[in-house]
């Protein structure tokens, strides 16, 4: 059982984080699909900070640099494009969804995702929520699944999804139509068993025996184990890749997670093109159906912008926090260390300024934590090196290459 102090401080489009380097916005997207004209918006919004955009290990959005006052107009030009529907739950709106860039889902992930949003304002307990929760809406592919969810929806067929708590199979069997309701309810739940053991428990994994006793309330038994093929490598997967239809996709990573001004400006005009736009927890943006030949020619665009359309380049999969000078908590400037370290390809690398390890990918991620003397390579509770110089990490991470 979990005790704090205090309610968990993540920052929101209003509840506007003040930074070492001014004002920081997170801007929540269920299900991480957006219309153009959607992007046109953010667009907007990040001029009012430093002009760029993060993305987050949430699939959501972060604008940076925001002087003070600029608050009032980001809400006002943030409800004017659909994107902050409801003040009352902008915070707890964290709903990740498969980006199905091959086009083989089992079920409309956006459709499930925006209705799932929608019962989620309509809710009023549900503001209560921790802003850690999180909802996922998977399409069978067991992508956003694995991502450590506190309830999550796994299509299994067509006309079947499986309500996952904090990763454990419910019991609960339901419709692509009744899925939203059936997590909803789970939601509710672990309010309620939440009052009933008295703690401050910001995920279902910390209550005590949190998924038996939220399939109880649901009356459901939790169900067997049974063995699920791993994960796909998604957080690797950039380029174009071929849909069932013939049409194409193109996924572009956010160098290091953040798209700088003019990265923005050439993803604002692709999403034009592609009709929608898809974000993802790996930090990439998913441009779904295009021909092969309009494809291939914003790939080559967005790859001249910097952006990470080869899945052999060296940053793909690497993340890192803020750092300096951006976070004042930060002990190394880590965006610019990380530049200088590599890739592993079968896991990501997150680079982490101090322990609190804001914004680090879930599942298994090779951390590289700034510790005041250098550097701190690990994995899984284990240590490779310890107060590493920037060249002794990228020594590291090769070596971690083979072993991983």
């Not at 322990?355 to 005041?372: F, H, Q």
Request: aromatic fraction near 2%.
């Amino acid at each position: 059982m979990v005790r704090r102090a205090e309610r968990d401080a993540c920052p929101g489009a209003l509840r506007v984080h003040e930074a070492a380097d001014g004002g920081l916005a997170r801007i929540r997207v269920p299900g991480g699909a957006l219309s153009p004209s959607q992007v046109r918006a953010l667009a907007e919004v990040a001029a009012l900070g430093d002009g760029g955009l993060e993305l987050t290990s949430r699939a959501n959005l972060q604008v940076r640099g925001l002087p003070a006052g600029a608050a009032q107009e980001l809400a006002a030009r943030l409800r004017e494009a659909g994107l902050l529907p409801s003040d009352t739950h902008e915070r707890v709106r964290n709903i990740i969804g498969s980006p199905s860039a091959e086009g083989r889902e089992l079920v409309d992930v956006r459709a499930v995702a925006a209705e799932l949003d929608a019962a989620l304002c309509a809710t009023p307990e549900l503001a209560e929520l921790p802003g850690r929760f999180l909802f996922a809406v998977d399409d069978g592919s067991g992508d956003v699944s694995s991502l450590g969810a506190d309830v999550a929806l796994r299509a299994v067929s067509a006309d079947t999804v499986v309500l996952l708590l904090a990763g454990v199979d419910s019991g609960v069997r339901t419709t692509p139509r009744r899925a939203a309701g059936a997590a909803i309810a789970a939601a509710e739940a672990f309010l309620a068993e939440k009052a009933a053991q008295g703690c401050s428990a910001w995920r279902l994994a910390e209550l005590d025996g949190g998924a038996r006793r939220i399939a109880e309330r649901l009356g459901a038994e939790v169900a067997p184990a049974e063995p699920t093929p791993p994960a796909p490598t998604t957080h690797a997967q950039v380029g174009r890749v071929i849909r069932r239809d013939g049409t194409v996709s193109v996924v572009a990573g956010a160098p290091l997670g953040r798209l700088a001004r003019d990265q923005v400006d050439i993803i604002t005009a692709a999403s034009d093109a592609a009709g929608e736009l898809r974000l993802t927890p790996w930090r990439t943006a998913v441009l779904p159906g295009m021909r092969p030949v309009e494809a291939g020619r914003w790939a080559s665009e967005l790859g001249a912008r910097g952006l990470l359309t080869d899945p052999a380049s060296a940053g793909v999969g690497v993340t890192t926090c803020a750092g300096r000078p951006g976070c004042a908590k930060a002990l190394a400037d880590v965006r610019e260390d990380a530049r200088r370290g590599a890739s592993l390809g079968d896991l990501p690398v997150h680079w982490s300024g101090c322990e609190r390890r804001c914004g680090r990918p879930p599942g298994r991620v090779v951390e590289v934590l700034a510790t005041g003397t250098g550097y701190e390579v690990g994995l899984d509770g284990a240590t490779w090196t310890s107060e590493a110089d920037v060249d002794q990490v990228s020594a590291a991470l090769g070596a971690a290459r083979r072993k991983v």
